[in-house]
């Protein structure tokens, strides 16, 4: 099977710095020192699946031929592939030197020419509809072609992304063994005309064949939320004002979202929708990045040298992504100041319909293990009341 490979290498740069997405921003957020991401799991994907296809999984010894250009929008994030592998990579041109969603279009025309039988991509909702387009361009054949995306953007909204980068090599070789049909799937993404005038709505873009897998696959954002559940979003706030009152040292760090902002209004706090702010007392520090958050949480002790601290997370409706879509500032680094214990989910009744356990990808393989060891995550669902999801195994 011919598997084609697109990396927007500027996907996901924005992320730590608390930038809402990349598009546009790629040079000031290297110039910000951001680091490549889109690339780096690109390769923990490849790496993954050249394991699985030299592996007893790949039962009737299928094989894979990776078609992509050479340098940062494929080849460089090839691992090295031995004859012994049922793997191989094929380079058909060069990446240029400055890559615009004009590049993405080209190549992925190159790739249908090539006969490729799925794209292997990594980005975010903007590369996703980068290449739905060029697919569109190229008519209604190209458009069945197989999508599997590597989530390596800001925010992932579409239901083309797996779960993890290695759940991506999964899929592949799954769906490379016949293991797994396609079905239609929703393009996604934040609406940035609206999101300008400070409202979060999430559209429909299009519409891309992806192997179907429950387990491995992310599904769509859904917008969840309903005017009929103010009551359980003021009992939610009440919840967090008492804990406030209780521990009057308790710094209180809001994840972003809808359903954390709603809360915050009821508490006279003016929340970043997509962003992470801190509470402590009567300052609140407003849409951190990664940098910001590590510096405000370490600077915080009380009188005793302790730091009561309470992270709130809202699962993203439908996907069930706790940590790891849209709130990158949380990084590994981050997260462990914060602790495990010190965080809590918080979810209205209509998110948790259908909800059995919450997802995490942290972007450290090792952080992942410890948050699955824990098993589950406790969530606020109403006024004093909670209760266990599980965290998923990706």
Known sequence: MRIGVVVNPDAGLGGKLGFKGSDGRAAEARAAGAEDRAGPRMNQCLVHLADLASSSLNRTGVQLTLVAWEGRMGGTWVPGLGDERHIALTTMGSTPASTA?????????????????????????????????????????????????????????????????????????????????????????????????????????????????????????????????????????????????????????????GTLRRMGEHLDLELTLLGIDIQHGGTVHADLNEQGLLEVISAHTNADGQRPLLLLLSPMGGQGFLIGRGNLQLSPDVLRVIGHGNILGVATPSKLIGLEAVRIDTGDDDLDAEFQAKRFIKILQGFRTTRLIRVAEL
């Not at 390596?152 to 579409?158: N, P, Q, R």
């Not at 934040?190 to 891309?208: F, N, P, S």
């Open 101 to 257: 969603p004009e590049d993405t279009a080209r190549l992925v025309s190159e790739l249908v020419e090539a006969g490729v039988e799925a794209i292997l991509y990594a980005g975010g909702d903007g590369t996703t509809r980068d290449i739905v387009n060029a697919l569109e361009a190229e008519g209604p054949e190209a458009q069945t072609i197989a999508l599997i995306g590597v989530p390596g953007g800001v925010k992932m909204h579409s239901g083309c992304f797996a779960t993890t980068p290695k759940a991506a090599a999964e899929v592949a070789l799954a769906f490379a063994l016949g293991d797994l049909r396609t079905a239609i799937t929703e393009v996604m993404d934040l609406d940035e005309t609206v999101y300008a005038k400070g409202e979060w709505k999430v559209r429909m873009y299009g519409e891309a064949w992806t192997p179907s897998s429950p387990r491995f696959m992310q599904g769509a954002k859904e917008q969840v939320e309903r005017v009929s559940e103010e009551d359980t979003i003021e009992g939610l706030a009440h919840h967090v004002s008492t804990l406030l009152q209780d521990e009057p040292d308790l710094m209180v760090v809001w994840g972003s979202g």
